[in-house]
C-alpha cells in the first residue's frame, strides 16, 4: 500500500461485529472498513474510502457493492497474525492519521474483545490519538510518548487502568487525582473516579493506561 499524496488528519474505522455508538465522521476523514465493517458502515449512511481484512464476513451483498462503487480493496488471507481491526488501523496511520476514531466491534467472544482494547496499547501506535466508541462508553489509552487530554461530561466515571506496571501516573480533572503515582499490574485504585472538569487529562513516564469513560447516568 502507497500512503497517500496528501496525509489525512483523522480517520473512521469500522469494525464488525455490534455496533450502538453514535456515529459521527468528518467529511474529511479517511474511512476504513475491516472486513463487515463495511456493512456497519454502510448501514448509518457512512461511504468507504478502503476496504481490508479476508473478508470472510463481510455480506455478500456488501462485497458487491464495495466492487461496484470502486472501493480500494485489499484482502489478506485467513490464515494471518493480525486482526483485521489492527489491519485497519495500522492502513490508517500509513495513509497520515494521526487520530482514529473506532467504530462497531463490541459483540463477540470476551477474548476478542479484550484483544481489542489492550491491542489499542500497541507501541507502534504511539504517537497516534485512537478512540473506541463502544455504546454508552469511549476507551482510549495513554503511553509515556502520548498523554492524552479528553473531554468528558462532569459527573461522568471515568477508570484508569494499567496494562502491567504504571508508573509517573498524573491525572487532573478527577474527584479523586493522581500525582506521579504508581498503578501496578492488578491494582483497583484507578477504577470509577468521576469527572469533575469537562476537560480530563492523563499522562505516565513508563507502562501503559487504559481509560474507559462512561457516560453519565440520567434518572
Not at 100 to 125: D, K, N, P
Request: glycine content about 10%; hydrophobic content about 45%.
Amino acid at each position: 500500500m502507497e500512503a497517500a499524496s496528501t496525509d489525512p488528519k483523522t480517520a473512521a474505522v469500522f469494525a464488525g461485529g455490534k455496533m450502538s455508538a453514535t456515529v459521527t465522521v468528518d467529511p474529511s476523514s479517511l474511512v476504513i472498513a475491516a472486513d463487515s465493517g463495511y456493512d456497519n458502515a454502510r448501514s448509518r449512511g457512512v461511504a468507504v474510502d478502503l476496504l481490508v481484512g479476508d473478508l470472510d464476513s463481510i455480506s455478500e451483498d456488501g462485497l458487491t457493492e464495495a466492487a461496484e462503487l470502486g472501493v480500494t480493496i485489499e484482502r489478506y488471507p485467513v490464515d494471518k497474525d493480525a486482526t483485521d481491526l489492527e489491519i485497519a488501523i495500522d492502513a490508517a496511520r500509513l495513509l497520515g492519521a494521526t487520530e482514529i476514531t473506532v467504530y462497531a466491534g463490541e459483540s463477540g467472544t470476551f477474548s476478542h474483545l479484550l484483544g481489542v482494547a489492550l491491542g489499542l496499547t500497541g507501541q507502534r501506535w504511539e504517537g497516534t490519538h485512537i478512540v473506541w466508541k463502544i455504546g454508552g462508553a469511549a476507551v482510549y489509552r495513554s503511553l509515556p510518548s502520548s498523554p492524552v487530554t479528553l473531554v468528558a461530561e462532569v459527573g461522568s466515571i471515568v477508570t484508569v487502568l494499567p496494562i502491567g506496571d504504571a508508573t509517573g501516573v498524573t491525572t487532573a480533572g478527577l474527584q479523586w487525582p493522581l500525582q506521579d503515582a504508581d498503578l501496578l499490574r492488578g491494582t483497583t485504585r484507578g477504577i470509577s473516579n468521576i469527572a469533575t472538569d469537562p476537560v480530563v487529562s492523563i499522562s505516565l513516564d513508563t507502562g501503559a493506561l487504559i481509560i474507559i469513560i462512561e457516560e453519565k447516568e440520567t434518572t
